[in-house]
């Protein structure tokens, strides 16, 4: 397996870039009144969980610091979701695409998880000085 160099490389930042993209088409045909609301919190919240993982990516030499930061990915992609079934409920997003960004949220999740879980696979580790 090639040594992955960047937080780009990372199939979760690739899904939650590309969920974030999805959520700004999608929130485009959200009505006005929803522009400070709805709008605005589920477009910064799906952002987030990209943006966290470059932050977190760059703190991995500090396992605590890189976990914090993949927990507030997890926090962010939650709130994600539930504006997702806010969104649906209020008839703003179609029933497929509703399924369709939930299970990108769950997979980004699973992946959150298993990151959070298992930090050394991806710390940067000290190398002894000869």
Known sequence: MAKIRSAKELIVYQKAYRLAMDVFVLSKRFPVEERFALTSQIRRSSRSVARNLR???AKR???????????DC??????????LDFAFDCKYISADEHRKLT??????????????????????TSRPVA
């Open 103 to 124: 299970a990108l949220c769950e997979e980004i999740g699973r992946m959150l998880g298993s990151m959070i879980e298992s930090p050394e696979k991806f710390l940067v």
């Open 61 to 71: 030499r500090y396992q605590a610091h890189f976990v914090s930061k993949l927990t």
């Open 55 to 57: 932050e977190a990516w």
């Open 74 to 83: 997890d926090g962010e992609n939650s709130e994600t979701d539930t504006s």
